[in-house]
């Protein structure tokens, strides 16, 4: 089943109690969720925080009125459930890899609108579902996804494929909007890299 052509189909087979739907919610988007869960919480907590998203979306689906897509929805769950988690266990939360940034890091690549100044050598911008077309390609970036750290993963992901707005990951990841520039930035050049090597060699 296509998720993003079949979504309303899905939901009203969830809204019904339809167990097979909802395993396969769960296949489509586990994973997703406990990134932005580990981004928020750290690993520790990260699976928990996902299974209970998953029990508060079982429960709630049924009044899910579909004023945001399915995925905005339960990636909001489980961020709310990440949240209150850690307040339970009254601690903060960590991006080992990243510190509060200095306003003039993100200033050096950033405008004031969050864009690049200076764009990594190399990328066709106009030209990244060309490139995704090749099996080899996609092999090589979902790769590179799955050891970036969890922090660049979960902004990436909320970003450039749930196509969410800077300041509402820096809010659903307890981030800075500075800080949320910084990371996507870092997760994009890493990615870049990738597709640089690709091109120039046909390797990953």
């Not at 979504?7 to 167990?19: M, P, V």
């Not at 981004?39 to 029990?55: L, N, P, R, S």
């Not at 106009?126 to 922090?151: G, K, S, V, W, Y």
């Not at 090597?197 to 390797?203: A, F, I, L, P, S």
Request: proline share 2%.
């Amino acid at each position: 089943m296509s998720l993003a052509v079949n979504e309303q189909e899905l939901i009203a087979r969830l809204k019904a109690g339809d167990n097979n739907a909802f395993k396969h919610l769960i296949s489509a988007y586990h994973l997703k969720l406990v990134i932005v869960a580990r981004a928020i919480v750290g690993d520790v907590f990260a699976e928990d925080v996902a299974q209970e998203a998953w029990a508060s979306i079982y429960k709630a689906i049924g009044h899910f009125e579909g004023r945001a897509s399915l995925s905005t929805w339960m990636i909001q769950i489980v961020s709310n459930e990440a949240k209150s988690r850690l307040r339970r266990e009254k601690r903060h939360s960590s991006f080992g890899d990243i510190d509060e940034v200095r306003p003039e890091v993100a200033a050096e690549n950033f405008d004031g609108n969050g864009h690049w100044v200076n764009p990594p050598a190399h990328w066709d911008i106009n030209t990244p579902e060309l490139m995704l077309q090749e099996d080899q390609l996609r092999h090589c970036i979902e790769h590179t996804l799955t050891i970036l750290p969890e922090n660049q993963k979960a902004v990436f992901l909320l970003r450039d494929v749930e196509q969410r707005d800077l300041d509402d990951i820096a809010e659903l990841l307890s981030l800075s909007e500075a800080n949320v520039r910084v990371i996507l930035h870092r997760a994009r050049l890493q990615l870049m890299k990738t597709i640089n090597h690709y091109q120039e060699t046909g390797e990953c």
